[in-house]
């Protein structure tokens, strides 16, 4: 019997804590605001009207900010310096009288739209974003696209990496801080908001990607002329010179490959070009006039070489030529040739440097308008 006695007034001393928690719950909810209730998107949890209001009165807003170079900093604004405040608790208070303070125990999630409840002054928002130090044309730097590098031997073309720079867009800035002063947020990343300019072109850009793959097609091209002992190398030194890059487009420059064979052709044609000349009689003479030599096709090679280098080649080429002589160098016309002394009216047959032949002759008649021409002729 004893037993029973103990253990009914366990339950009824369980029964009385529960009765006086209840009736605390009760008493604390009448003044105060159930979890889970929102108001404008602020949760107001246990929060009193009069919580509210020293909340309104006491509030600052951090601001987690970026440096150029990625590491972050804080600044602050305050609400009295944008005069923000309740425009009337009234709303608030009707909120609290409508709440179920005998359910409290029971979980809820209330949310409430009112109508410009927290008000401040727009224009002191707008001028304190302003005055933020991502705004100072000293501190912020604006983000850099990716982009192509400069031709190296070493490495060719590569991608440079964009940078981000701290460059805060203004009216997201405004939109955001905005928002979390309208929510009474103690704090406020910009950064992870989206509020700063970002590089157009990033490095993984698919266009950017292809276009390096064109421009290091270019920069590998090797072409190799050969004039005798001497040799031209045509390689992306030179080429990447030639090529214009215009957003993600390459173009070559067809008029500097041009100029290139242009001066190929003035470096090694030796047509219509005066020559030294050892005559049989062992004197040095200069010898003008004439069709023979190395005669470069321009057109031709040009044409060639635009498609070579579009390819990306390396090989050695011979130039397109018109015509062509016996080799390169001063001595064009090689060992072999006929020698036809004007003044002396002789010809010498040379073979392999030796004249093999050599006789008297009658060249045309000057008088008659018919004088053998001087001159170095195929």
Known sequence: MKKTGIGIKIICACVLL???????????????????????????????????????????????????????????IDGKAIDLSYASTEPLQQILREQNQYLWFLPQHEEHETEALLSYNKEKLTQAVQALKGFEEDFAQAPTNAHI???????????????????????????????????????????????????????????????????QKYGTVTITYRFGDNIEVLDGSTISTWLEVDGFAVTLDQTQVENYVATLRKKYDSIFRSRTFMTSYGKEITVDGGDYGWWMNTVKETD???????????????????????????????????????????????KNGKVVFDTACVTGNESQGHATPAGTYG
């Open 304 to 350: 060639k070489l635009v498609k070579l280098i579009q390819k990306g080649a390396v090989k050695e080429r011979t130039p397109e030529y018109r015509q062509t002589a016996v080799s390169y160098g001063d001595k064009d016309y090689g060992d072999t040739y006929a020698e036809v002394d004007l003044s002396g009216q002789h010809v010498f047959v040379v």
């Open 18 to 76: 529960l009765l006086v928690v209840y009736a605390g719950g009760c008493y604390y909810y009448g003044n105060h605001f159930q979890r889970g209730t929102l108001i404008d998107q602020v949760d107001v949890s246990n929060l009193t009207v009069q919580d509210l209001a020293d909340r309104v009165d006491a509030y600052f807003l951090r601001i987690q900010e970026r440096k150029s170079d990625g590491s972050s900093y804080e600044e602050s």
């Open 149 to 215: 590098s400069e031709y190296t031997p070493e490495t060719g073309f590569s991608i440079v990496a964009e940078t981000q720079g701290n460059e805060l867009d203004q009216a997201k800035t405004l939109e955001v801080i905005s928002n979390a002063v309208e929510e009474l947020k103690g704090l406020v990343d910009l950064d992870a908001e989206g509020c700063y300019e970002t590089p157009a072109v990033t490095s993984d850009s698919e266009e950017l990607q292809n276009t390096l793959q064109k421009l």
